[in-house]
């Protein structure tokens, strides 16, 4: 079992940013695919981020060149440094850990962020 608390949510003017925290329960970067994504109201939840198992990070269109997602393998954490932020990112922002091999899926309790003037 994997747990995933998210932080670091809140609200921010346009053109503002936000650091998420992702704090995982144990050592998951050899096993899961690590990413976040987020919900608006009315809206599916969407890919923000990933981290793959191996192989190069992937981010929505929409965000490239303003999001980061990094993380911290000795601190079982992943961050997403959100910049340059627009009032459609407005969203729960949710952690995720996956795995295909082992068919494990994980979320986290999701955090808010808001882009407001």
């Known amino acids: 079992q994997v747990q995933l608390v998210e932080s670091g949510g809140g609200l921010v003017q346009p053109g503002g940013s936000l650091r998420l925290s992702c704090a995982a329960s144990g050592s998951i970067f050899g096993t899961y695919a690590v990413g976040w994504y987020r919900q608006a109201p009315g809206k599916q939840r969407e890919l923000v981020a990933v981290?793959?198992?191996?192989?190069?990070?992937n981010y929505a269109d929409s965000v490239k060149g303003r999001f980061t997602i990094s993380r911290d393998n000795a601190k079982n954490t992943v961050y997403l440094q959100m910049n340059s932020l627009k009032p459609e990112d407005t969203a729960v922002y949710y952690c995720?850990?996956?795995?295909?091999?082992?068919?494990?899926?994980?979320w986290g309790q999701g955090t808010q962020v808001t882009v407001s003037s």
């Open positions: 995720n850990a996956n795995s295909r091999t082992l068919l494990l899926n994980y």
């Open positions: 981290v793959p198992r191996v192989g190069s990070t």
